[in-house]
């Protein structure tokens, strides 16, 4: 099993910046790919950015130049840096892990809620 925790959420003006975190906890592999979603009030789900154990990163176009995904592998850790936040960033913020070990199964941790005021 599989434990995420995410922190690093709040309240911030618009142009301002966050840091999110996930901590992983239980079996972790080194193919496992880590990543962010989030959901808006009254939309789905969407991918914002995922990175693998070699550091090979994605991103959702609308977040791109502004967030930085990495990870710190020794610590079963994954961040999101992000910058220039917008109103429309507003949303919580999942953290993922997609296991692709042993057939594909994703894990997902609580959630963060970012709130960015206009």
């Known amino acids: 099993q599989v434990q995420l925790v995410e922190s690093g959420g709040g309240l911030v003006q618009a142009g301002g910046s966050l840091r999110l975190s996930c901590a992983a906890s239980g079996i972790i592999f080194a193919s496992d790919v880590r990543g962010w979603y989030r959901q808006a009030p009254g939309k789905q789900r969407e991918f914002v950015a995922s990175?693998?154990?070699?550091?090979?990163?994605n991103s959702a176009g609308s977040v791109k130049g502004r967030f930085t995904i990495s990870r710190d592998n020794a610590k079963n850790m994954v961040f999101l840096q992000m910058n220039s936040l917008e109103p429309e960033d507003t949303a919580v913020y999942y953290c993922?892990?997609?296991?692709?070990?042993?057939?594909?199964?994703?894990?997902w941790g609580k959630g963060t809620l970012v709130t960015v005021s206009s």
């Open positions: 990175i693998t154990v070699g550091g090979s990163a």
């Open positions: 993922n892990l997609h296991r692709v070990r042993g057939g594909a199964m994703d894990y």
